[in-house]
Every structure is written in structure tokens, then in C-alpha cells.
């Protein structure tokens, strides 16, 4: 039994990758700069010092190479937790990922296993020039055979990076880059919750707020100022992206009856998309007002001077808290 | 900077070993399209005369099934099928290269090579008649799934190698490709994870002249064998066509592979003397009179004369493979007929290892679906 430690996001990672690599020796880190650098974002600082090049091993700089090799360890019975170091950066992969990672369990009638998790460091907010401030785990979660998966505080980076690598399926492990140095406790002997379930983070009664990532901040920020304005808001994390947990979203929106998605990515055939259809179908006759969505717009990432603009924020959440109400 | 001179600064990589870059392209061979034996400098074969017949045998066996294939997709009983005729050598001679530990990364046209892993040609149908999309466990005779998306598995047979150095084995990995394949990045990716990692795969392209209607000069302005010189690996040109020098190639690549000293190319130098499948009509973009200078190369026929001609195979023999060669056909046209279409709720299996909602609840929605229809008219109908 150890005491909770208070930790940042980004050391959360690291000690989850440390554990598991020192409890499974299948366990491998690999990725551009994961080793003596220890990855452009340190995620992967001191691993490649205490387990070796074999086990934290800096790859050729080819996203596809890394995640077809990954498939071919992962078939050799090694458990790959492969770097993709942007996110703007997967595109080389998607191929690999989405025609062979994704679908060969299914092709082998199950009789292979593809426990590959894809690190991608997400989202806007820290002034980055192009193609390192995209959210793109919609096109991960539209594809059957994948998980996809975005923690928003330090315990969950470390249990949930824990759980990935343990899954027998790929997972899509967004971490929200721009909350790597938020700090919040970690218990290492707790009893996780189940990786895709989505967690009530803070009570309300008026309306919903449903975010993941580095947005479950902002709404809880939301929730907060909306709070001193006489209003009741509940937060939801989702966690997970695919499969999403609609019970305990239903559950939320049944009692408040109103329901906010918010995500950094556009907004158009999004996660929130997806999240309105459905808790319109199974909350229809519980709403009082139709599922809004806060998200990015139907423009490329924006140069980094405009991101504020384009990015959710505290008064846009708050924006559509009001209309949602004014229903 | 002409080709010859980019080519010629490439050779003092790997290439020196065997058959170095720049020079005119060398090709081994060990038997000739006449049925000669000759010798070849750098590599040997000595086979015993049954070790000899089970080529002849399998490269039969192998052309007898791929033409049933074609005549089961012609009779509608496939939906499609990608014919390996004339490429029968370089794919027994390379299978037969193998031990049984090695892993084979296929493309979707190595029914030779399935064949030597011990994979029942009735499980390679499967896919073609469209009752699954792979079907076959690979770690039963590490001969992983047929690939679709060209080159994807030359990353896939990289990492396994990888793993397997890691593990500490003497297995070596061989991936197969084609020609066309060699323009894609991820066998460019293959070829540079392979050589700094120093992974123990053998890429085996089967260069058969045409990737669909694209004649090789359209992939590559040097010589396929020539590319791995410029990641720091050796490669080599066999004919394809002649069963022995693929078998003896391949065997010291692998053995170079297992040794420890990484990977290696092998061009086969073959032609595919189908249509790329049966979707495709090969008289839009090549001529007869090409089919037929290969037609006189052919990997059986010289195999055959040189049996007949040593008496290592009497007409007895012959007779024999043929009469099995017909039975094989006919189990597997009876087996392809009886292959009974999926139940439609095998759509949800196996996506998942571990489960996930979103599957067992659409799962549960199509079986309700499908329940309604149940000892009605329109439930018998489907």
C-alpha cells in the first residue's frame, strides 16, 4: 500500500509506462525520441536509462514503420505502447492502423491478438505551429476494431494508461498535451474503474455538461462561474470515445435534462455528433432542450495567434449553457 | 546524376556480397528452360531425386488448384480469384526454403506458398468466396493472413522479425511482395526498420512484370534487386521460373537472415501468365507475344524434362501426380460448393478481444431484428 502522490499528468504517464514495463516484460516502449530524450514531451523520461534499447527503443522517423512494426511485435506476443509524437503527425499511419491493426483480430477469427497501444499527445493551447494542435480521435473512433480512450486528470493518465496496455485490443491513447503539467493526486493501489466508463466529476441539476480530454477542465470551469450565477451544472467525463458510456451519460441527462458536449475537435460529424443522436433517441421524451455542441469549426487547426478564438472556452461553454436554458 | 552512376555509388552497401548494383543485372540460375543443370558461382543445390520429384509434385499440385480456382470463380462459386500461374517455382522454391519455424508474411496470390506451410488450400478460398476475410489461424503454420493492401505486411513480417531477435531465436521471417509493391513507403519503411534494427526477415519479391496493367519500368528505373544497396543490405536476382535456384537462394538468405547478419532482398525474376485476377483483362495492356517467350520458360515443363531426361521420374510418376493432382482438384471444388454461407451474426464477431458496448448493443438490436422474420415467409426467404 503506498499514499497518493500528487503528480503532473505528463509524470502520471510515466510511472504507468514504468510499471508496466516492469511487471510485463512484453511490455515495449517505441516511438521517435522516446529514449535518451525521453520523448519531445519527457512522457518517456528515464525509461530507455532503466529498461534498455531493447525495451525503449527510439524508431526510424516513419509513423507507418512504427505502427506496421507494432502490429508485427504485437503478433510476435509483444505488447507495443508505440509514440506517435503530434497528432497532426498519424496521418502516415492511418493506413496501418486502420486496414491492418484494426480489423486483422477480426480477419483471424480471432485467433490473434493485437494489444497495441498509439500514444498521440493531442489538442491545442500551447502556441504550436501547424499540425501540432489537432484532435482527430473522431476518425480513430469511427473505425470498428479500435478503442479510444483520453484521460483529463493525473489518476486517470496513470489507470488508464495501466488498462490500455493490459487490453488485448489496439487503443488509441489521446493524452491532452496541454494538461501534461496539471497536477492532481495518484493512488497506485486504488481499484481502477472500468477503462471506458464515464465518471460523474462534478453534481448538477440543471443542464450537462459532457466532455474528455482537455476539456473536462474547461467545463468544470464552466460549471464553477454558472454556479455563482445560481446554476446547477453537472460535468461528465467521458474518458472514452469508443465505446462511449451512454448509460451514465443517459442517467445524467434523464435527471438534469439538458445536455452540453464540448471537444476541441470541429464540431461537424464529431464525437458530439454522434453523442446528440444518441441521447436524443434514449432521452427524447427527458429533453428540454435539443443537444447543443461547443466545439472547433469547419476550418483548418488556426495559426496559433487565433487559437483562443477558435478553441472552447469558458464563455462559449457558457454560451451554449444559456441558449440550452433559454429553451 | 544518371541512374547508373546513383547506382553505382549504392553498390558499397550490402549489394557487393552478392551480385553488386551498377552492373548489368545478373540472374541465378541452376536449372535452364531447356531442363539443363548448370552451376552457379555463389550458390549450390544438391537434392535427392524424392527431394526433387516433391518440387515437381507441389508446383503441380499448386497449378492444378489455381486453375480449379479460376474455373470455380468462372462457374460463380468464387467472387474473384488472383491466379499465381507460371509463378509456381519462385513460390515452392521459396516455401520449401522455409523451416517450419520461420514466419511467412504472404501477399493475397501465395497459394504455392500456403501450400509448402501445410495451409488447406480450402481454407485459402474462403476470402475469394467471400464467406469470411482471412479465416485461417496464422500461428497453425505461421503463415499469416493473405494481405490485401499492397505492402502493409512487409511492416508486418519487420516487426515480427524483430521480435523474434528479441526472443533470442534462430527463426528467421519472410516477406513476400510483388513488384508493384516495391514503390509503396511502407516497403520502403520495411527495408529501413529491417537494415538499422538489423531484423532477420527476407523481403521476397516476386517480380512477375506487371502490377496489374503497369509493366516493372513503370515502379522502378534500376532493378528491383538493386534497391536494398541503398539501405545497407544485400539482394539478389534469381529466375523465378527455376524451382531449384529460388529453393537455394532463399535458403541462404534465410540462413543469412538467422545467422544474424539482417536482412536481404530476393527478386524472383518470374511472370504472372494470368490476368492479375479474374476482374481484369490482361489483352488490354500486354501482347501474345510476350505470354508466349515465358510460356517457353515454364517452371514445370523444365523440371519435367530434367527428371524425364536424368530418369529420376519414370511415366509412372507422372501419371501419379496427375491423377492426385485431379483429386485435389475435385475435393476442394466439393469442398468450395459445401462451404455454407455465414450466419449473418457473425458480423459482430471478433471485432473485439475484449468486448465493447457499442457492438454488443447493435448486436443485440440486429438479433431482435432478425428474430422478428422467424417461421414467417420472409424469415424462410432469408
Known amino acids: 500500500m503506498t499514499a497518493p502522490k500528487s503528480m503532473t499528468i505528463a509524470k502520471a504517464i510515466n510511472e504507468s509506462l514504468r510499471t508496466s514495463l516492469e511487471t510485463d516484460p512484453k511490455v515495449l516502449v517505441m516511438g521517435e525520441d522516446v529514449g535518451k530524450l525521453g520523448g519531445v514531451f519527457r512522457i518517456t523520461d528515464g525509461l530507455q536509462k532503466d529498461f534498455g534499447e531493447d525495451r525503449v527503443i527510439d524508431t526510424p522517423l516513419a509513423e507507418s514503420g512504427i505502427i506496421g512494426t507494432a502490429i508485427g511485435l504485437a503478433l510476435r506476443g509483444y505488447r507495443p505502447v508505440a509514440e506517435i509524437q503530434f497528432d497532426g503527425f498519424v496521418f502516415p499511419a492511418y493506413d496501418q492502423i486502420v486496414t491492418q491493426l484494426a480489423k486483422m483480430h477480426a480477419r483471424a477469427l480471432g485467433k490473434v491478438k493485437l494489444p497495441v497501444v498509439i500514444r498521440i499527445p493531442y489538442g491545442g493551447g500551447i502556441g504550436a505551429v501547424e499540425h501540432h494542435s489537432e484532435s482527430p480521435e473522431a476518425l480513430f473512433a469511427h473505425v470498428a476494431g479500435l478503442k479510444v480512450v483520453s484521460p483529463a486528470t493525473p489518476s486517470d493518465a496513470y489507470w488508464m494508461m495501466r488498462q490500455a496496455i493490459e487490453c488485448d485490443d489496439p487503443v488509441i491513447f489521446f493524452e491532452p498535451k496541454r494538461r501534461y503539467w496539471d497536477k492532481g493526486e495518484v493512488d497506485t493501489s486504488a481499484v481502477p474503474a472500468p477503462l471506458h466508463r464515464a465518471r460523474v466529476v462534478r453534481e448538477g441539476t440543471d443542464l450537462t455538461l459532457a466532455a474528455y480530454g482537455p476539456m473536462v477542465k474547461t467545463c468544470l470551469e464552466a460549471a464553477s462561474a454558472a454556479e455563482e450565477e445560481g446554476r446547477s451544472l453537472e460535468v461528465v467525463d467521458l474518458r472514452s470515445m469508443s465505446p462511449i458510456d451512454f448509460d451514465t451519460l443517459q442517467a445524467s441527462v434523464e435527471k438534469t435534462r439538458r445536455l452540453v458536449v464540448v471537444h476541441e475537435a470541429p464540431v461537424f460529424l464529431g464525437t458530439g455528433a454522434e453523442i446528440a443522436a444518441r441521447i436524443t433517441e434514449r432521452c427524447f421524451f427527458h429533453l428540454e432542450a435539443p443537444v447543443l455542441r461547443v466545439g472547433g469549426f469547419h476550418a483548418p487547426y488556426p495559426p496559433a495567434r487565433l487559437e483562443e478564438d477558435y478553441l472552447p472556452n469558458l464563455d462559449r461553454v457558457l454560451d451554449s449553457v444559456d441558449r440550452a436554458l433559454a429553451f | ?382
Not at chain 2, 36 to 46: A, G, K, M, N
Not at chain 2, 54 to 68: H, I, N, Q, S
Not at chain 2, 84 to 97: D, F, T, V
Open chain 2, 1 to 382: 546524376m544518371s541512374v547508373k552512376s546513383t547506382a553505382a555509388r549504392s553498390s558499397r552497401g550490402g549489394a557487393k556480397r552478392r551480385g553488386g548494383a551498377g552492373r548489368k543485372p545478373e540472374l541465378v540460375q541452376l536449372l535452364t528452360p531447356e531442363g539443363e543443370r548448370v552451376e552457379h558461382s555463389e550458390y549450390s543445390i544438391d537434392l535427392t531425386p524424392e527431394e526433387l520429384r516433391g518440387l515437381y509434385r507441389d508446383m503441380v499440385f499448386t497449378r492444378r488448384f489455381d486453375g480449379e480456382a479460376v474455373t470455380l470463380q468462372r462457374q460463380g462459386e468464387l467472387g474473384l480469384w488472383a491466379s499465381l500461374l507460371g509463378q509456381e517455382a519462385a513460390q515452392i522454391g521459396s516455401g520449401r526454403a522455409t523451416r517450419p519455424d520461420d514466419y511467412v508474411f504472404p501477399t493475397y496470390r501465395e497459394h504455392g506458398v500456403a501450400w509448402t506451410r501445410g495451409v488447406d488450400p480450402l481454407n485459402l478460398l474462403g476470402m475469394f468466396r467471400g464467406v469470411n476475410n482471412g479465416g485461417w489461424d496464422p500461428n497453425q503454420n505461421n503463415f499469416h493472413l493473405y494481405t490485401i493492401v499492397i505492402g502493409s505486411q512487409a511492416l508486418h513480417a519487420t516487426g515480427y522479425a524483430m521480435g523474434a531477435a528479441k526472443d533470442g531465436s534462430d527463426s528467421a521471417v519472410i516477406a513476400y511482395f510483388g513488384d508493384g509493391a516495391s514503390s509503396q513507403g511502407d516497403v520502403a519503411e520495411a527495408f529501413t526498420f529491417a537494415a538499422v534494427y538489423n531484423a532477420p526477415v527476407v523481403f521476397f519479391c516476386q517480380n512477375n512484370q506487371w502490377a496489374i496493367s503497369e509493366p516493372t519500368e513503370r515502379q522502378s528505373r534500376v532493378p528491383i534487386y538493386q534497391r536494398s544497396a541503398g539501405f545497407g543490405f544485400p539482394g539478389v536476382r534469381v529466375d523465378g521460373n527455376d524451382v531449384l535456384a529460388v529453393l537455394a537462394v532463399t535458403r541462404a538468405a534465410l540462413e543469412h537472415a538467422r545467422s544474424g547478419e539482417g536482412p536481404m532482398l530476393v527478386e524472383a525474376f518470374t511472370y504472372r501468365m494470368g490476368a492479375h485476377t479474374t476482374s481484369d483483362d490482361a489483352t488490354r495492356y500486354r501482347l501474345d507475344e510476350e505470354t508466349a517467350e515465358w510460356a517457353a520458360k515454364d517452371p514445370i515443363a523444365r523440371l519435367k524434362t530434367y527428371l524425364a531426361n536424368e530418369g529420376l521420374a519414370d511415366e509412372a510418376f507422372f501419371a501419379e501426380v496427375e491423377a492426385e493432382s485431379d483429386a485435389l482438384a475435385k475435393r476442394v471444388r466439393e469442398g468450395v460448393r459445401a462451404m455454407p454461407n455465414p450466419d449473418p451474426m457473425a458480423i459482430f464477431d471478433n471485432i473485439y478481444a475484449d468486448g465493447h458496448a457499442l457492438v454488443d448493443e447493435e448486436r443485440a438490436q440486429f438479433a431482435a431484428y432478425q428474430a422478428q422474420f422467424e417461421g414467417s415467409e420472409e424469415g424462410a426467404a432469408r
